[in-house]
């Protein structure tokens, strides 16, 4: 058994060193992290001789063929060259495969403390150069190499993509087609756009890191607390506040601008009921995210120091909002300002408040369950239940799927509550995926979901209860925080209140997560001479 743990660890770890390794016989159980680049150098030595010995095979096959005569001779030479072409295929697709590892083996690498242990990061060692192992431990040094180490895959990237659409553009406007080569550029193009998009987002990523260290070093900042969150996706509680009046904003105006649309909808002499319907949705969804943000503020407020300057301004300006108008949603709301307190400089906070980085790729989420949700929910009513007991609008045909009857006649009988809750996961403000219905528990749902990106910013979770206090929590992530982490499991806080249980993943696009190694998909099976020139 611990062996069988060993190996899975290890092809966690590196899958690409893995899977070759034991396909060649190559030796790498137990390698050091420091030793790691050595061995997929040496692995790249020996696929490229198990190239250059397929070639000669290759070409004897072809001498052979000009000097056969018979039917039955050809046809053996012509399945020898077939098959020589697919494991040249093959052998250049690990090829691939294996240089973009190198290069990721420098480009992941960090520089480990003196005094970290050997397993730190969870049991999973970060992937270290010779060039890192050997260099003091200064992080704007490791953040020049990696940032170097990532334009470089970047440039291999670009001409890849080159490549390709060359290739599709020979290949459509030659007079004979070959559809499967042609579908296998096609899609060699979209991986490439793919690992593009990834490496350019991560470029950004380092680069910003480097200047935000820079401005904390120049400012004699305390980098302590940062430290200390760097690595949790929950922000301190200052920022998680000013997250929340942002998030205050952006609802409020989502508000008004819906109640701008009714106004105009009913007011307009040609009756639009799909767009009136919508946007009626969206008012009344906006409402009760309004309604657990105020909450939350209150109790975000409750947690700040009594005497500081941040919970007196938030407390009034809670204060004025609940004065200014009985209904939770208002356009006071836009009028707030960000704060901080007085005592601490105004610094702003572009970790929390910048626009998202745009992020491509695959996202595997899987839902566990929940505790301690808010089961008194503000802002609603019994009255309200045929209206607040669907998740919203857009939501009505996934209910009704999932209960087998339309939701507002799921608690028509009694004004009871339900133990029962639902998760719904947003892409971008657009409905992506939703759990079933299942009583309130940390093992509630246990469902995966898995999720394309194409330059999106922003995951969304919501979860209702199944009745008419309807959505009780909310969380917003950032997907660029998922990039590097390399966490499974974890439990993220709900605004206003609660757990979610969740693992949440993002595939790089770099590296092959399939059992069997397909980066490339064996696309240049095809001899030179028979692309058209």
Not at 63 to 90: C, P, Q, W, Y
Not at 302 to 329: C, F, G, I, N, T
Not at 342 to 359: D, F, I, M, Y
Not at 487 to 513: D, T
Request: glycine content about 4%; aromatic content about 6%.
């Amino acid at each position: 058994m611990a062996d069988s743990s060993y190996y899975q660890g290890e092809y966690i770890r590196h899958p690409v060193l893995y899977e070759l390794s034991h396909k060649y016989g190559l030796q790498t159980e137990s390698v050091p992290e420091a030793a790691l680049p050595y061995k997929l150098e040496e692995l790249k030595e020996h696929i490229r001789r198990e190239i250059r010995k397929e070639l000669k095979i290759k070409e004897g096959a072809e001498k052979l063929r000009e000097v056969a005569t018979d039917r039955k001779s050809l046809s053996d030479v012509a399945h020898i060259v077939k098959k020589s072409n697919s494991k040249l295929g093959e052998l250049h697709a690990e090829l691939q495969e294996l240089e973009s590892q190198i290069i990721l083996t420098q480009g992941q690498s960090a520089i480990p403390s003196p005094h970290t242990p050997p397993s730190s990061n969870n049991g999973h060692d970060g992937y270290v150069s010779p060039m890192l192992a050997a260099a003091p431990a200064n992080s704007g040094f490791a953040n020049d190499l990696r940032l170097v180490s990532l334009e470089k895959q970047l440039n291999i990237e670009l001409k890849v993509k080159q490549g390709a659409e060359n290739m599709i553009q020979s290949l459509t406007s030659g007079h004979v087609r070959d559809k499967k080569l042609l579908a296998e550029a096609q899609q060699m193009l979209g991986d490439s756009r793919a690992k593009i998009e990834y490496l350019r987002m991560r470029i950004l990523k380092v680069k910003q890191s480097r200047q935000q260290k820079s401005q904390d070093h120049s400012s004699n900042g305390d980098l302590s607390n940062k430290d200390k969150f760097e690595s949790n996706l929950e922000p301190p509680l200052e920022d998680r506040v000013e997250e929340l009046r942002h998030r205050l904003r952006i609802e409020a105006a989502v508000v008004e601008g819906a109640k701008n649309v009714i106004r105009l909808l009913q007011s307009s002499k040609v009756a639009d009921k799909k767009a009136l319907q919508e946007a009626q949705a969206s008012l009344s969804e906006s409402s009760r995210k309004l309604d657990l943000l105020r909450c939350s503020l209150e109790l975000r407020r409750q947690e700040l120091p009594p005497d500081s300057a941040a919970a007196a301004q938030l407390k009034r300006e809670l204060q004025s909002v609940q004065a200014a108008s009985p209904v939770p949603y208002t356009t006071t709301y836009t009028s707030l300002q960000p704060f901080r307190d007085t005592a601490k400089p105004l610094n702003s906070s572009p970790s929390s408040l910048s626009r998202c980085a745009a992020v491509t790729g695959k996202l595997e989420v899987r839902l566990m369950g929940c505790q301690d949700l808010l089961e008194d929910v503000p802002g609603r009513s019994r009255r309200e239940k045929d209206n607040s007991s669907s998740p919203g609008g857009d939501l009505k045909s996934f209910v009704k799927g999932v209960t087998g009857r339309s939701s507002s006649k799921s608690y028509s009988v009694k004004d009871e509550t339900s133990n029962e809750i639902m998760a719904v996961i947003k892409l971008d403000n657009q409905t992506v995926a939703q759990t079933s219905w299942r009583p309130c528990s940390q093992q509630a749902w246990d469902q995966r979901f898995s999720i394309e990106l194409d330059k999106s910013r922003e995951l969304e979770i919501g979860v209702f209860w199944r009745d008419w206090r309807s959505l009780c929590a909310v969380k917003f992530l950032r997907l660029e925080e998922f990039i590097d982490d390399i966490r499974h499991g974890m439990a993220l806080q709900l605004e206003p209140q609660g757990l979610l249980f969740a693992e949440i993943k993002f595939l790089n696009p770099m590296i092959s997560r399939k059992p069997k190694l397909q980066r490339q998909r064996k696309i240049f099976k095809q001899q030179v001479k028979n692309f058209p020139r």
